[in-house]
């Protein structure tokens, strides 16, 4: 069975970090680019990192650059979100997804081929 699946979500206290995990099971993550979205509640979902297949290329956009993360184990067949210094305006429910692409790029735009559940981080005091 083909499926992503987000874990490591929780409820902190802004400044705490946390890790989120996006496992796939069924297919090889490190041929797809990966990318993580937000949708926090009354909003509109919108992509906040992504990686490319070969790991060259990472992008954020512009509210979590320098305190987010993204990284790939292909051996484990997962991608990572570190993020540090959380906000109370990360309070979200955070998805993956990966997609193909082949010319080293990635982009929150592009169109996915699977998407994960998702996973709730809650930041408050």
Do not use: H
Request: net charge neutral; aromatic share 12%.
């Amino acid at each position: 069975q083909v499926q992503l699946v987000e874990s490591g979500g929780g409820l902190v206290q802004p400044g705490d970090s946390l890790r989120l995990s996006c496992a796939a099971s069924g297919f090889t993550l490190g041929y797809f680019a990966v990318v993580w979205f937000r949708q926090a509640p009354g909003k509109e979902r919108e992509g906040i990192s992504c990686v490319s297949k070969s790991d060259s290329s990472k992008f954020y956009r512009d509210p979590v650059k320098g305190r987010f993360s993204i990284s790939r184990d292909n051996a484990k067949n997962t991608v990572y979100l570190q993020m540090n210094s959380l906000k109370p305006e990360d309070t979200a429910v955070y998805y993956c997804a990966a997609y193909t692409r082949d010319d080293g790029g990635c982009s929150w735009y592009d169109g996915m081929d699977f998407w994960g559940k998702g996973t709730l981080v809650t930041v408050s005091s």
